[in-house]
């Protein structure tokens, strides 16, 4: 019996770790998609600003909003689990 609780307390400590190194990898991909996105904003008003078609770098600016997007909500579904696994 003592054998099988330490192997569920190991094994809770073990997805806990794992959901926190997810939030990590998650928040640190979120900053990294924030700065293409700034870095596209920029590419997109140089064109614009002098007339020229900016059509490819909008429809990746669209992609990198949709992840951004998905991103953020993965990170959302991550905080109910880390509560849920640490009571």
Known sequence: MALVLRRALSLKEELMWDVTSDRVRITERIAY????????????????????????????????KGALTHLQTYQSELRPRRWILSR
């Open 33 to 64: 998609t924030e700065n293409k996105i700034g870095k596209l904003q920029q590419l997109v008003a140089r064109p614009k600003a002098e007339g020229s078609d900016a059509t490819q770098t909008e429809d990746l600016l669209v992609v990198a």
